[in-house]
């Protein structure tokens, strides 16, 4: 049974930096794309950034420049390093993985991330 395990967030000014990670389990497999995803209470989850098994990424136009994904395959980690956070940067964060051959797709509990001075 796969599971994804998020740590990390919390209350940070603005401005200030945070490091999410997530560490999945569960399978022999590894995860072709792994990433984030962030919802706010009335409004869909969106996506934060992905990152390819190969190392390619994929950054919403609100993390560009600011925030940086990366991944460890051999450990099935992701992490998201966060930067000059914003009160808007405020949400709860899932960590996302598919898995690879399968496609499969597996989603974290989520962890909050709170900008606020």
């Known amino acids: 049974q796969v599971q994804l395990v998020e740590s990390g967030g919390g209350l940070v000014q603005p401005g200030e930096p945070l490091r999410l990670s997530c560490a999945a389990s569960g399978t022999a497999l590894g995860f072709d794309v792994m990433g984030w995803y962030r919802q706010v209470p009335g409004k869909q989850r969106e996506l934060v950034a992905t990152?390819?098994?190969?190392?390619?990424?994929n950054y919403a136009d609100s993390a560009k420049g600011r925030f940086t994904i990366s991944r460890e395959n051999a450990k099935n980690k992701v992490y998201l390093q966060m930067s000059s956070l914003k009160p808007e940067d405020t949400a709860v964060y899932y960590c996302?993985?598919?898995?690879?051959?399968?496609?499969?797709?597996?989603w974290g509990r989520g962890t909050q991330v709170t900008v606020s001075s």
């Open positions: 996302y993985a598919r898995k690879i051959f399968t496609s499969a797709v597996y």
């Open positions: 990152m390819s098994r190969d190392g390619s990424s």
